[in-house]
């Protein structure tokens, strides 16, 4: 079981930055792929990035690259988004989840097997 607290949303206005955080209880990150999901109001869930540890490798949506950074402490369980050069239709609750790493990382919802209750970010026009 792993339990997930986002941090770190709140009011930007465009053209500037956020640092989401992502805690994690239980157990390490190790075990598992790790990923950031948003959802704007009246709109679907959609994937924004993914980092898996066992091979190192991360995954961006088309709308976020060049813009969003996925990293992580390991040893603090603790993954970070860093959001740069935010638009108003970055606004949305964002959302990290943990998926087992014995599969691929995934860049859909039903790829994660826990989620934290999510963190608001709004960006100004």
């Known amino acids: 079981q792993v339990q997930l607290v986002e941090s770190g949303g709140g009011l930007v206005q465009a053209g500037g930055s956020l640092r989401l955080s992502c805690a994690a209880s239980g157990r390490t990150f190790s075990s598992y792929n790790m990923g950031w999901f948003r959802q704007a109001p009246g709109k679907e869930r959609e994937f924004v990035a993914a980092?898996?540890?066992?091979?190192?490798?991360?995954i961006y949506a088309d709308s976020v690259k060049d813009r969003f950074t996925i990293s992580g402490d390991n040893a603090k369980n603790i993954i970070y988004l860093r959001m740069d050069s935010l638009k108003p239709d970055d606004t949305a609750v964002y959302y990290c989840?943990?998926?087992?790493?014995?599969?691929?990382?995934?860049?859909?919802?039903?790829?994660?097997?826990?989620w934290g209750q999510g963190t608001q970010v709004t960006v100004s026009s």
């Open positions: 980092i898996g540890w066992r091979i190192g490798s991360t």
């Open positions: 989840a943990a998926g087992a790493a014995i599969r691929p990382i995934a860049t859909i919802a039903r790829g994660y097997d826990y």
